[in-house]
Structures are given as structure tokens and as C-alpha cells.
């Protein structure tokens, strides 16, 4: 069974006591930021071929072109950017959908314009 839960409500409640719904909000927000924080810089930082293939494929990338592309932003070492980021940037640049542009770099073209914007991740 489940053990008594001592309330300790009154004790928490005092050190908010003072505070306006304003200072309320703001430490709210606060500290939903500093919780969530972590979490992003995870996602920032941490991903993989699959998962960026899968965002392709979200994208209507055919699976073949999606491998392409992310063996490509691979090699050139922008994955950490997202390959749905360097596909979207370089179609936008290129002036063509997600699926003409992931064609287009799939077959070795057009990945002169994402080394260029992405370099920062290469160094």
C-alpha cells in the first residue's frame, strides 16, 4: 500500500506568500525554463542517422534520397544542425521543394550552398 504523505503545503506556500500574481508568473516561467533547458540542449546535441532520416521522411524525402542526404550532411560533419534544417535552408536558397532539393543533394549537387551556411559545425 501506498505510505502517508507527510503536507508539508503550509512550509512550500510561506516562501510564495508574498508574491503578486506578476511575481508569481514570472518565477513560474522561470522556472519552467531551467527545467526544459536541459531537455533542449539534449536534443540539440544528440541525434542520430534514424532520427533524421525519420524528419525527412516527414518531409516527404523518398527513403532513398533521405539516406543520401544524411550520409551527406554526415560526411561534412553538419549533421548536429539536423538534416531537415540543411535540406530545408538549401531548397529555400535553391528555390525548390524539400523533395526537388533532397533529389538534387542526394545526387551530389547543391551541397556547396549547406558547407557554406553550415561551416561553423565543420571546424
Known sequence: MSRPRHDDYETRRAALAGLDDAALHALFWDLARRVVEPLLELARTHTTPSIERSVLARLGVPSPEAAAVVEGCLA?????????????????????TPVEAAARLAAGELWEHAERTFADAAS
Open 76 to 96: 561534412r560533419g553538419i549533421l548536429g544542425h539536423g538534416a531537415g534544417h540543411v535540406l530545408l535552408r538549401t531548397a529555400r536558397a535553391a528555390n525548390l
